[in-house]
């Protein structure tokens, strides 16, 4: 397959691009650099350097030769920003992805792998978390996937295309080489800042609520490997042979993980202590989230290899000692 990977150069993006290429597919990158990262993008994809916004680069991409495949990963995911600055979110989030869903169909391309998120579900009313439950985001980030996943219901309906939805739990991890990781600027999320406070170049981390209904009163997530994340990308492929598939997956392991425990596994892991401070609950954050992934097994025989925190953690810290500053692009 040839594959155009939007947000190719990101965290979960540019661990797919690897993950493609290791599979014998062929990879073309399309990202504009205002989160991703050069060094993250292998020689042998090729590169676009343009925005998911701007129809006649992706017309010249389209034009230039045949694509089999689109995967979309060039969302801006800050949860706080998008409550803040919600029209930046719908109209990179939803109007940018439908402006690559039109290249596609002005060019006759009709498979698609979109990622969503387990913040389409909300609060969720029960756990674990199954496809079918009712999605109602408490943020206008899992409002604008919500919104993707509709429209892309209505064009599979009209058999314009077949597409696969993967709502990920935690992403986490980095590349068992250690070659490429995690480097968001900035760094909202609760590994990177663990490993980087033990490391001393961080300040100490903050554990956001410690009165929550949980076994340890901390919140519970459920931390999936970036690279199984990945796998399940190239696992839903013959799935969309068929016309007007419309496919919905929870990607996650199921295994309930709680901020104490984070810390536990990285204090374990890195052999340094992590400094905490305790602080208020972070708005908008749920008590616990965690996904029954039976379906992702069942029909694409999806199995994540990382189904426990500590090796998860292993793998980061083996880019974040490598790379304590990340790419040092910015
Ligand atoms: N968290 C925390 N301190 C931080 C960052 C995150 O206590 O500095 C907690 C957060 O409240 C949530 C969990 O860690 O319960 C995972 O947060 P993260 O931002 O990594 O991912 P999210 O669940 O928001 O997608």
Known sequence: MKVLVAGGAGYIGSHCV???????????????????HRAAVPADAKLHDASLADAAALDCIFKSGRIDLVMHFAAFCYVGESVTAPLKYYLNNVTGTYTLLDAMLRHGVKKFVFSSTCATYGVPASLPIVEGMPQAPINPYGQTKLDVENALKALAHAQSISFAAFRYFNAAGAAEDGSIGEDHDPETHLIPLA??????????????GTDYPTPDKTCLRDYVHV???????????????????????????????????????????TQLKVPVKYAPRREGDPPALYANAAKAQRELGWKPKFRSIEPIVESAWRWHSRKPRGYEDR
Do not use: C, W
């Open 18 to 36: 690897r993950q493609l290429l290791a599979a014998g597919h062929e990879s073309v990158v399309l990202d504009n650099f205002a989160y991703g």
């Open 195 to 208: 490993i980087g406070a033990a490391q001393g170049i961080r300040p100490a981390l903050q554990i956001f």
């Open 227 to 269: 690279d199984d994340l990945s796998r399940a990308h190239i696992a839903v492929f013959d799935k969309l042979a068929k016309p007007g598939a419309a496919l919905f997956y929870n990607l996650g392991t199921g295994a309930p993980t709680s901020v104490l425990e984070v810390i536990q596994a990285v204090e374990m892991v």
